[in-house]
């Protein structure tokens, strides 16, 4: 059973955290990576299994209006997978017995919780970046002809194609960087304490603000391990994904108290 305080809910206190923690907490998320592999893959073949069915949407004749609903599927589903992650480094932290009914039971347990209000945000997010991804592209490219992605790639290296991506990708790192602040500690500790998800956001806020510069740096290295890991047919996230998430645990450890 997870491990919820009693008494009035309280802000943590935001520790100041070093590049030496990351290293740490990678290490022992490498650790409790190879104590439950078993848990891991599962929990990261959600993922896998969704990227291809992304992919086979996009490639697929007739099957686009697919990838809406399927990549939609990700942040609703990424908290509830990340709490999974997150329990099990939870219950090797303290010695107790890993068993799927106990750990699928916390996880569904969230659904009552705060859990899913940080899905709701993550949704609301996705939603409008990809409403102003749109509306990006059609201020750039909206008067080009442009008959598919896989013949028409030229058109993105023109000068009005190379403003597109230029635009929004910087528009899609602060939305990034956003997101990420508000839910890197945010939802190991709606898993462990008893706070609201409003506090919860505004405590992973405020120690991204408190620790940019290694706080970013793993917003960083997270977004390029992802990105790596998703080349091989997504396979590379069948370890990437259960390392940072149990690496995720440990460091939301040492950056509160």
Not at 8 to 28: C, K, M, T
Not at 38 to 45: D, E, K, N, P
Not at 100 to 108: K, P, Y
Request: hydrophobic share 60%; proline share 5%; aromatic share 12%.
């Amino acid at each position: 059973m997870t491990h919820v305080e009693t008494g009035p809910p309280h802000v943590p206190e935001i520790n100041e955290v070093s590049f030496a923690d990351l290293g740490a907490s990678l290490r022992a998320g490498w650790r409790d990576f190879r104590a439950a592999p078993v848990y891991g893959l599962a929990f990261a073949s959600v993922y896998v299994l969704g990227g291809w069915l992304v992919a086979w949407a996009l490639t697929a004749r007739g099957q686009l209006w697919w990838t809406l609903p399927a990549s939609a599927g990700f942040p609703i589903l990424g908290p509830f997978i990340a709490c999974g992650f997150y329990e099990i480094s939870r219950r090797l932290e303290t010695g107790e017995a890993l068993d799927w009914s106990g750990i699928a039971g916390v996880i569904f347990r969230q659904k009552d919780r705060q859990i899913p209000s940080i899905a709701a945000v993550i949704v609301v997010f996705f939603l409008f970046w990809n409403f102003l991804a749109h509306m990006i592209f059609a201020l750039f490219l909206g008067t080009a002809t442009l008959t598919n992605v896989s013949s028409s790639l030229g058109l993105f290296l023109t000068a009005q194609g190379l403003m597109m991506l230029a635009v929004g990708t910087a528009i899609g790192a602060v939305f990034a960087t956003l997101l990420f602040s508000l839910t890197v500690v945010s939802l190991p500790l709606l898993l462990e304490r008893e706070v609201d998800f409003v506090t919860a956001m505004l405590t992973s806020l405020a120690l991204v603000r408190e620790n940019p510069v290694v706080m970013l740096g793993w917003g960083a290295f997270i977004a390029v391990t992802l990105f790596v890991a998703m080349i091989p047919a997504f396979l590379g996230l069948l370890v990437a994904l259960p390392v940072l998430g149990h690496a995720s645990w440990h460091l939301y450890r040492r950056a509160l108290s």
